[in-house]
Every structure is written in structure tokens, then in C-alpha cells.
């Protein structure tokens, strides 16, 4: 049974270099890495965002720019919701954002 999805351990040659790029990358998005060493490109990273959230991404996917934290950004399609409303004069009858694909009533 090989265990290909798991963490390796160990260091190899290129893994400080490797880690560095990941860091910038993450970086490079304002996300704080929370590892402290290249564990893989299948290794799950924990990262914390500019604005505090915290989440985990593949180290391969963090590598290729997808960086995108899944909390702001619903936090930006619900201030985009709620700023449109207020552009239209409408107001939501319950005042909440229930996601994209919901209905809302509006008054
Ligand atoms: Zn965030």
C-alpha cells in the first residue's frame, strides 16, 4: 500500500528553498505561513490570512497563486450585497446574506 497523499518527513535537498518559495508565495498574499518547514507539494500548509482567518491549502496549490482565502471572500460578496442594496434604496426583510444562490425578499 503506498501512502503517496501523506506528509513525508525528513528533509530532502531543495526543501529549504522550497519552503522559502512557499513562504513568499503566501506572502505575496499577505497570508502568514504557519509551517515551519517543506513537509511536500501534497502537504497540507495551515495559513493565516491578513485579516486573521485561518485555513489550510495543498503546498502545490499555495505554489500556483491559490491563495485566495475562502472567508473574505465571502465577506466581500456580502458587504458587494449589501452596499448594491443600499445603492437601489432596498433593504433585505431579514438583513442577512443567506448566500448567492438563496432567495431574499426585499421591502
Ligand atoms: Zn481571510
Given amino acids: 500500500m503506498t501512502t503517496s497523499s501523506t506528509p513525508r518527513t525528513g528533509s530532502r535537498p531543495g526543501d529549504a528553498t ?7 508565495a503566501a506572502a505575496a498574499s499577505g ?4 509551517a515551519t ?10 495559513v493565516i490570512c491578513r485579516n ?7 503546498g502545490s496549490r499555495l ?6 482565502c ?7 460578496i456580502r458587504q458587494h450585497f ?8 432596498f433593504r433585505c426583510s431579514d438583513n442577512a446574506f ?3 444562490t438563496a432567495r431574499h425578499t426585499f421591502t
Fill in 52 to 58: 486573521g482567518h485561518r485555513f489550510a491549502r495543498h
Fill in 98 to 100: 443567506r448566500g448567492l
Fill in 37 to 46: 518547514q517543506w513537509a511536500g507539494g501534497k502537504a497540507v500548509y495551515p
Fill in 63 to 68: 505554489l500556483k497563486g491559490n491563495t485566495t
Fill in 82 to 89: 449589501f452596499a448594491v442594496l443600499k445603492q437601489k434604496g
Fill in 70 to 76: 475562502q472567508q473574505c471572500q465571502a465577506d466581500e
Fill in 18 to 24: 522550497r519552503f522559502q518559495r512557499l513562504a513568499q
Fill in 31 to 34: 497570508m502568514t505561513l504557519l
